[in-house]
């Protein structure tokens, strides 16, 4: 994500486009739990909304309306994901993301059966 004034961020650097990659393939795929923990506000829904009645088929296109409609929802999950990992905001590719998602699901599995 580039920084903007202050601590506004925007989706439009590579990865952010990488992370909203990421977003609609998860999405597809309805494994989104993990990124419900960094949604302080309860925009996931609204988002996964959006993508539902989005008119697009093409990923570029619907991508573009993620940018277009859904920037601050998306800036602030990415943000509080940043927060807690900071080396996600050098990632900048999806299959990154992805490596990223599910190493970090496997350590919250970890950490939940010892408790």
Sequence with gaps: MAETTGSEQVVSDEVGRAFLAFYLDIFKSH????????????????????????????KDDV????????R??????LKNIIA??????????PAAWHNW????LDQVAQRTSRD
């Design 84 to 93: 807690k990992y900071p080396d996600v905001a050098t990632m900048k590719t």
């Design 31 to 58: 494994e989104m739990d993990l990124l419900t923990l960094f949604d302080e506000k309860n925009q996931i829904p609204e988002v996964n909304h959006f993508l539902t009645l989005a008119p697009h088929t093409k």
């Design 72 to 77: 601050p929802e998306l800036t602030d999950l």
């Design 63 to 70: 991508l573009q309306e993620l940018l277009e409609n859904r």
């Design 101 to 104: 998602y599910t190493e970090t």
